[in-house]
């Protein structure tokens, strides 16, 4: 599912239109990404929880030519599924 049918099943199911269901889509997500800035981590009960990690520097060697690179630390967004969301998931 892309966002343009995520918006219009949201606006089918809560009987907006189109364009205020973007509207609400865009403010969560725009939400989410700030809680995750500020505080790292973002748990939505019934869902699962996302949470910002430091991938630590590290050394990749090029399968090619064998050179060794250093790849510099990064931050990764990682989600675990509630318990809830595998459950539904699986039936």
């Given at each position: 599912?892309?966002?343009k049918e ?86």
């Amino acid at each position: 599912m892309n966002n343009k049918e995520f918006v219009t099943a949201l606006a089918a199911r809560t009987d907006m239109t189109a364009r205020e269901a973007g509207k609400h889509a865009a403010t969560l997500m725009a939400e989410l990404a700030r809680a995750l800035d500020e505080n790292g981590a973002l748990t939505v009960q019934g869902f699962g929880s996302f949470e910002v990690k430091k991938k630590l520097e590290r050394v990749m060697v090029n399968p090619t030519t064998k050179q060794r690179l250093l790849v510099p630390p990064k931050l990764v967004l990682t989600f675990k599924a509630s318990q809830l969301l595998k459950d539904k998931v699986k039936a």
